[in-house]
């Protein structure tokens, strides 16, 4: 049964419109379902239908479900902690274990560098640091830069290249909004994703860096297209 | 199709939604919990009005932002509100678990026991007051009002209480042909009525 088939438009639309509101046979709406995944035409008329029939559940009055649907959503999809309040804490933890981190190294430098100071370069430790994991809590980038620089650097640490024909790409999320394209991630272990202005003016409302996987070039829309491969909380260290 | 009265704060939500879907798309945990706190009560209210169970609907509202978190990517700004786009996951997630456990049988096989075994809350407002209510955006009610009564119950139980065309014929008592009907002919009345409002803003 070809239901795209113009002649067929009206019994689509009302099969569609039957899929959406809900009142379809088992069998007819498995058989839509199915039907839609591979075509469009279907699939929209299916959307179409539920857009317009969903608009008669604005004014349903809200019920606030159990705290435990949350905990359970989170477990479900291994996310950081198991409750909002507790994720701040994780943050906070994070951002302590990088400025330990940090001071360590500094301390590091030093104590080292007391022996080889004439041979080390000198190292200054980034003032932003953002360390870009995977849904799997891995570390997959560490972004740093140094206030002023047009630039940032990117270490890659974990070793999932974006795949053939694939590039990764970099974005900004701001507090409210939709996500800003800072640019193309290029080949190579540390890399450098150029900036059009200061660092700390790019990135001065900024709470969390992502990387999405898209096409050669980067993304043709604007928008991420391709599935979020890490992200992370920009810690500043000014 | 948009069918909102002025800039309200249903608009400053859905914008605020929209936001979020963006920012969940590229896997921000916090944008997601944001979107949990906002939008949660709604879509707990419409799941637990269709699948008639608070347990179950907590299920439902789990498997909902589950799949949410996945396919926030997949919202666009530009063919839906993001509150009405949530709003139909959730009901498809309902009615998907409703109809898996129907029997496949049509035309009906008359039998009692299709009748359904619960009755609709009495002290919160019926379906056709919340079809009613909905419609206080100007244009949906224009549209809500020109359907007839049968209709207009038949649509409102199906929609809020996801009662399937066999469920419906025994609940109204009437002929699963009527039922049918008049949800045929609903629809399109609401189809016609709602397309015209919407072309004209």
Redesign the interface.
Known sequence: MNLSRPDRRERL??LA??F????????V??RLATIARRDRVVAASL??W?????????????????P???R??ET??G??ADR?PA?EAGWLRRIAFWRALAVGSLIGIVVLGAAEWRRAPVVVPAPLVVVLSG?DAKVGLIATATRGERYLTLKKVGNAPPGQDKTLEL?A?PQ????QPLGVIPQGNVVRVPLQNPVDETLSNI??L?V?VEPPGGSPTG???G??V??GAVERMY | MTVDGPRTATGERNERLAALLARIALGDQRAFADLYRLASAHLYAVAIRIVRDGALAEEMLQEAFVSVWHHAGTYDVAKSQPITWLTSIVRNRCLDWLRRREVDTEPLATNDDDAPAWEPPSDGPSPVDLLLAAADAQALRRCVDLLESGPRQAIALAFFHGLSHRELASRLHEPLGTVKSWVRRGLATLRRCLDAAGGAQ
């Open positions: 639309d009302r419109a039957e959406a509101l809900g009142t379809s046979p088992p069998r709406r498995r959307s179409e539920e857009r317009r029939i969903a608009v008669l559940a604005d004014r349903v009055p809200a019920t606030t479900p159990p435990r649907v949350w359970n959503i479900r999809l996310l950081e909002v994720r849904a974005w999320l409210a909004g939709a996500p709470p969390t992502a999405s928008k991420p297209t599935p979020v890490y992200s």
